[in-house]
Every structure is written in structure tokens, then in C-alpha cells.
T-cell receptor, first 114, second 114 residues
Framework: DPKIIQKPKYLVAVTGSEKILICEQY?????MYWYRQSAKKPLEFMFS???????DNQTASSRFQPQSSKKNHLDLQITALKPDDSATYFC?????????????FGKGTRLTVV | AQKVTQTQTSISVMEKTTVTMDCVYE???????LFWYKQTASGEIVFLIR??????ENATEGHYSLNFQKPKSSIGLIITATQIEDSAVYFC???????????FGQGTKLSIKP
């Protein structure tokens, strides 16, 4: 059974619209992340959260907003979508405070903006 | 600033042989962790092996091993007795001691020929 669930698996959106990418993890981790993978920039770090608080933000655009309603949830809201936002978005998690442990990844949401 | 570089875009080898993939990194931190991940054709990202910067011994895990050359800031991945199912994209990544985020290299596509 997948331990990190991302929904939906595929998403097609119209330019200018808004979408929310869902992520839930059942590993008991308290640190969660979002990464983006596109043809231009493979596996690019976007955000990290620890105990539902933003720890690091490497995304220049405010159009990307993480939302953590529960400690095992970290959704990603993207507003005013652009074709350049087309990518696969991966949610990930790890145990906070132990940098030598692995980061686990979900299977990704492939977003296409038309 | 942290940076991870994989210069080999793709490698093709015969099944049952040994392959080495290169990775160099940059960091100002004295303590850090180096990881190798594999991305399968389905897009799944799977952890393979880790090297702690303060350990002199090269990490091994099954048919994966690392060639850690700290003075050269190099962490090569060695796969012995390759199998067809090892065909994937391999990513090198780094994580500093007090940071949660992983910084990834560009990836190396490995093709195993029968």
C-alpha cells in the first residue's frame, strides 16, 4: 500500500485557473516537502514543512501556496496557472531532526496547463 | 551554496556487468549526507543508499555501493551484476546536517541491455 498518497495522479488545467494538489502521508513523519520535476529542471525543491510550519521556501512565486490542515497533510494550491507550471509535482516526507534518514516520495501528480 | 552535479546524461551497459555513475557536490557545511535515488519508468522515486560525510567507509546496500572521495567532493554509485530492471534514471542528492531539503543532481539515465 502506498504510504504517501497524492491526488490526482493526472491533472489538466486551463491557463489562469487554480488547482489544489493533495498529499497525505501515513509514515508518521513530521516533515513534509514538495518537489517539482519538469524537462527544464529535474527534481527541484519547492517547500519544506515541519510540524505543520513552513521551514523553507525556494519557490519565487507566491502563486504556489502549501496548505497543511493536518499534520500528515500538505496540499499545494497553485493559482493563476501558466503553461510553464506544467510538471510533475512530488510530495515527500521524512522524520524531522534526523537528516541522515531517507526522504520518501509519493508517486506524483502530473500537471498539464493548456 | 549547495549544488549537486551529474555530468553523465545517459549510460548503456550489458546485463550482468558493473556500472559506475558519477556525482560531485558543493557545500560549505562540514557535516552532510549524500543519497542516491532511482526513478523508475513509472515515475516512482525510490531510495537506494546513503553516505554520511563523517564516515570513511563506503556504504554498501545489496548490489549497490558507493565510492566516496571526500577530498574530491565526489560520491559515485556502483551497481554490480546489473539486471534489466536496473534500467532507470539515477539521481544523486545531498542534504546538509541542519536542513530538511534534498538537493538533487540532474540525473543519469541507465539502460541495461540483454
Amino acid at each position: 500500500d502506498p504510504k504517501i498518497i497524492q491526488k490526482p495522479k493526472y491533472l489538466v488545467a486551463v491557463t489562469g485557473s487554480e488547482k489544489i494538489l493533495i498529499c497525505e502521508q501515513y509514515l508518521g513523519h513530521n516533515a513534509m516537502y514538495w518537489y517539482r520535476q519538469s524537462a527544464k529542471k529535474p527534481l527541484e525543491f519547492m517547500f519544506s514543512y515541519s510540524y505543520q510550519k513552513l521551514m523553507d521556501n525556494q519557490t519565487a512565486s507566491s502563486r504556489f501556496q502549501p496548505q497543511s490542515s493536518k499534520k500528515n497533510h500538505l496540499d499545494l494550491q497553485i493559482t493563476a496557472l501558466k503553461p510553464d507550471d506544467s510538471a510533475t509535482y512530488f510530495c515527500a516526507s521524512s522524520q524531522e531532526g534526523t537528516a541522515n534518514t531517507e526522504v520518501f516520495f509519493g508517486k506524483g501528480t502530473r500537471l498539464t496547463v493548456v | 551554496a549547495q549544488k549537486v552535479t551529474q555530468t553523465q546524461t545517459s549510460i548503456s551497459v550489458m546485463e550482468k556487468t558493473t556500472v559506475t555513475m558519477d556525482c560531485v557536490y558543493e557545500t560549505r557545511d562540514s557535516s552532510y549526507f549524500l543519497f542516491w535515488y532511482k526513478q523508475t519508468a513509472s515515475g516512482e522515486i525510490v531510495f537506494l543508499i546513503r553516505q554520511d560525510s563523517y564516515k570513511k567507509e563506503n556504504a554498501t546496500e545489496g548490489h549497490y555501493s558507493l565510492n566516496f572521495q571526500k577530498p574530491k567532493s565526489s560520491i559515485g554509485l556502483i551497481i554490480t551484476a546489473t539486471q534489466i530492471e536496473d534500467s532507470a534514471v539515477y539521481f544523486c542528492a545531498m542534504r546538509n546536517y541542519n536542513q530538511g531539503k534534498l538537493i538533487f543532481g540532474q540525473g543519469t539515465k541507465l539502460s541495461i541491455k540483454p
